[in-house]
Every structure is written in C-alpha cells, then in structure tokens.
C-alpha cells in the first residue's frame, strides 16, 4: 500500500519543531528506510505515520485514504518496536494471536495463524513459551510475526535490530529482507545504522533536523550524496570533505572559465556535471571517499597518524597541513605509523559542492 506524507509539520511544546514540513511518497510494496542520526525526527515520522503521533499540520495518506486524525486501530498497520513490547505473561503462540483477538476472530483460528506464521519464521517448537526463555534473537521473530499475523497494508519497525549482539544483527538484517521481498507489504524501516539502511533499503531518505536531506536509492545516496551533511553521514568511513578554489583556465589570470580546483596544494579537475557551473575563485568543497583515494607522486602529503584494521583493508588517517585525509589500503600494505605518504583521488571520483550552502553541484 503506498504512503504519503504531504507538508507534514510537528510541533512540541510550542516552538520544537520535530517534522519541518516534510514530504515523501513511498512506493507500494517497496521496502524505505529513514535514516539519520539521534534526534533527526525519523521516530517522530513514524509514530506520526502510525497514528501513535498526530501532526500539527499536513496530511498522511495510506493508500487513497487520508488516515491523518485517524486513530492508529483504523489505520491497518502495525508496528514493530526497539524493545519488541511482548507480554511476558503470555506464551509465544499468544503474543502473535494477540492482534487477532483484538479483531475478535474466533479462538481456534487465531492459534492456527499464530502457529502458521510461527511455522514461516523457525519459531515452531517455542509456541509454549514465555519471552523470558527466548534469545534476542527469538523475541525480534516474536515481534515480526505478531505484526504479520495481523496481516497488515503497512509493516513500521523502529530499530527492531538494535538490541542484537553484531553476529545476530547480519543474520537477522538477511532474513528481514527475505521477509519483506516474500511478503511484499510495504515497509518502512527507521534506523542510524547507515550500513543496514543500504543493505535492507530499495530507498532512503537521510533526515536531518525535521528534514529531509535526500531520497534515493542506496547507491545513488553513496555514490552522489546531495550535500556535505548526506555525504559526512553515508558510508562506513565517512567521506573527505576538502576546501578548495576554482583556479583560472589554462593558468591565464585574465581566464573567466576554469577546468581546476585548488585543494591543499594539489590540482583537481572540474567533475564533468559541474562544469560551466564554476568560476575562477569560486569557494568549493571537495568530497572523495577513502575508499577511492590512492598513492600518487604529485599528491597531497601527510604524515600516517592512524591505521585501522578493517578486515581485508586499513583505514589510514593522515595528517596534512590542512584538514585530516583517510584512504583505505590492502591489508598488506598497511604503512607503518609516522610515515609520509602522497595521496589523490582517483580520477573521476571526486564531487564538487558549494561552500557556501554545502549542496553538490551538477547540472543535472
């Protein structure tokens, strides 16, 4: 079922502004995920899409109904929580038929849902249960099979993942997908894990202060980040973000076109999609990801301050006469602490986003 937020706006306590007239439209069947970090408004969003928050001002559609002052028994969701909400008074079978008691369905056919959707998620044997002999791993399947027991238009999970140990997390991350592909009911996934947002999401839209940043797939958000906030946010090493000024063309100081930037020293040139959209002194920022930075003769020099042993690479932090620079490098070729290193993006990599505003730049 498709959701829609239209200039959503909400307002505690008079002047905090949690939702600044938001707007976003997800897909039917598509699996979103808001992004960003503590306090950026994501849990707001969703309670608000659940009916558990009422917004100040704007609509909320789920389908073709406008369910905004609806209560959220009206609004066929359901919601999966950070701390899953089971009653430990009751069994596993009876966590999950709770919905359907709530919708009076007769006694003998909730407990064969409850037992056909335990059944879909391994849970089988523990039906007799209390959540107190589970693992964390069983109370978030709990959890997810309640809410599909219900059989809803609109599945909300708020951080289901984030009370697992990091071994559960990855396994439970592969089986929410399989899950959500399965299933094919709408999703909307709040998280500040950006590596599970990009894993699990088909979209994501980045929020920052009650605002949306960006919306795009998981590689259009690493790949492209909008601006420098999206761009310090996504990846598991953040991206470098470099000051720098348009040089004139062709060295000519009378030039009123330029084809490179001037970053600590080392000449860039102007990505394709900027180009014509820059001037001879113009204020940038440029932004290169770890991943895409490598050794080069005539590049930026820094003293190695840090290694960080990622597994198959090493995130290298170097000191420059500037700002900080990382790169990764193979595991073996990890340089010793104290070394002196020259280092440029490769070609191509580079983005270019204004100074003054932090929005990339592209003519596009």
């Known amino acids: 079922m498709r959701v829609a937020l239209e200039a959503v706006t909400k307002v505690y306590d008079g002047d905090v502004r949690a ?8 897909a039917d069947g598509e699996f979103f995920a808001l ?9 707001t969003l969703l309670r608000t899409i659940a009916g558990l928050e009422t917004a100040t001002s704007g609509t909320v559609r789920i389908g073709e109904r406008d369910v905004t002052r609806l209560p959220p028994g009206d609004r066929d969701v359901a919601m999966v929580f950070q701390d899953y909400a089971l009653f430990p008074h009751m069994t596993v079978a009876d966590n999950i038929a709770y919905p359907l008691r709530l919708k009076k369905v007769p006694r003998a056919e909730r407990r064969a849902k409850a037992a056909g959707t ?32 219900a059989r809803p238009t609109v599945f909300l999970l708020d951080e289901p993942l984030s009370n697992l140990d990091a071994r559960l997390r990855l396994e439970a991350r592969t089986f929410l997908k399989k899950l959500q592909h399965d299933l094919g009911v709408t999703t909307v996934f709040v998280t500040h ?10 979209r994501i839209a980045v929020m920052e202060d ?10 259009e958000v690493f790949q492209r980040p909008a601006n420098i906030f999206v ?39 102007v990505p394709e999609e900027a180009t014509g959209l820059v001037g001879p002194g113009d204020k940038v920022i440029a932004g290169f990801r770890p991943e895409y930075v490598q050794e080069a003769a005539d590049g930026i020099e820094g003293r190695v301050e840090i290694v960080e042993n990622l597994g198959t690479t090493s995130l290298v932090t170097l000191a420059t006469s500037g700002p900080n620079v990382q790169l990764t490098v193979p595991e073996d070729r990890e340089p010793a602490i104290g070394a002196t290193m020259r ?7 580079t983005l270019l986003y204004r100074a003054d505003d932090g929005d990339l730049i592209e003519d596009y």
């Not at 009650?210 to 795009?216: E, H, K, N, S």
């Not at 280092?343 to 990599?349: L, N």
Request: proline share 9%; net charge negative.
């Open 19 to 26: 939702l600044d007239d938001l707007s976003l439209e997800i």
């Open 35 to 43: 992004l960003g970090p503590s306090g950026c408004g994501k849990t």
């Open 118 to 149: 335990a059944a879909g998620l391994s849970l089988g044997p523990y039906l007799d249960r209390r959540p107190a002999q589970l693992s964390g791993g069983q109370q978030q399947r709990v959890a997810l099979a309640r809410a599909m027991a």
């Open 193 to 202: 894990d950006q590596a599970e947002a990009l894993a699990l999401a088909d």
């Open 210 to 219: 009650g605002c949306v940043r960006q919306i795009g797939t998981p590689r």
């Open 231 to 269: 761009a310090g946010f996504i990846g598991s090493t953040p991206m470098n973000l470099l000051e720098g000024e348009c040089v004139p063309g062709d060295g000519d100081p009378t030039s009123s076109w330029t084809d490179e930037i001037d970053v600590a020293g080392l000449r860039l040139p």
């Open 343 to 349: 280092v440029a993006p490769r070609p191509g990599r």
